[in-house]
């Protein structure tokens, strides 16, 4: 059994697998996800798990150099903007349209749904390097 890190073996494996520049999506419950990128599905209640805590535990392994966010966000859910303004004040930040988003989220890695049931609860997480 694992020890250390993330224990859920989908996403220690897309992690372990990822380059500069892929992109790895965490979702709230509601993001439609394309039926060719890999879906790794946490929700097990409203809420439950929470965006955050889910974005918590993929940041303690994976180096970021920028993120995505869809600029509904600011609007719609500023609290949950400020958490991800302050976790991210050093890399990067892009905003696009939530129709963009969408598109966006045809490239990635994976997309890790979580149970938030918040609006616009989603970030686009670009792999950075750490050397």
Known sequence: MKKIGVINSEISTVLARMGHTDTIVIADSGLPIPGHVKRIDLAVDLGKPAFIEV???????????????ASEIKQYNPKLFRQVESIFSDQGKSFVSHEQFK????????????????????????AGVIF
């Open 55 to 69: 974005l918590h535990v993929v940041l303690r392994e994976l180096e970021v150099e920028k993120v995505t966010l």
């Open 103 to 126: 598109k966006a989220c045809h490239e990635a890695k994976a997309i890790i749904r979580t149970g938030e049931n918040t609006p616009y609860a989603n970030v686009i997480l670009h």
